[in-house]
Nanobody, 113 residues
């Protein structure tokens, strides 16, 4: 069982940046880690993933603006979000995939002027 706790959400103006962090209660070295988001009235969608070897993939709407990183020694995953747009407003969830899937409780990101 892995517990995930996100932090770093908040209110930011369009064009601004935020950095989300996810801290795991156990080792993440063997897990695929990722971030999802869910906007009001919409389904949860993948933002991006980082694999055990460090390779990454991103959803098209965030490619080139968001970067996922991981620190296996600290059991943390980060999501650096730049050039934020109002349509990035959502609850962001940290995700871990191994034999089972684990989710964090989510952190709100609001992009508004």
């Amino acid at each position: 069982q892995v517990q995930l706790v996100e932090s770093g959400g908040g209110l930011v103006q369009p064009g601004g940046s935020l950095r989300l962090s996810c801290e795991a209660s156990g080792s993440i070295s063997m897990l695929v880690m990722g971030w999802y988001r869910q906007a009001p009235g919409k389904q949860r969608e993948l933002v991006g993933r980082i694999y055990r070897g460090g390779s990454r993939d991103y959803a098209e709407p965030v490619r080139g603006r968001f970067t996922i990183s991981r620190d296996n020694a600290k059991n943390t995953v980060a999501l650096q979000m730049n050039s934020l747009k109002p349509e990035d407003t959502a609850v962001y969830y940290c995700y871990a995939h191994g034999l089972n899937d684990f989710w964090g409780q989510g952190t709100q990101v609001t992009v508004s002027s």
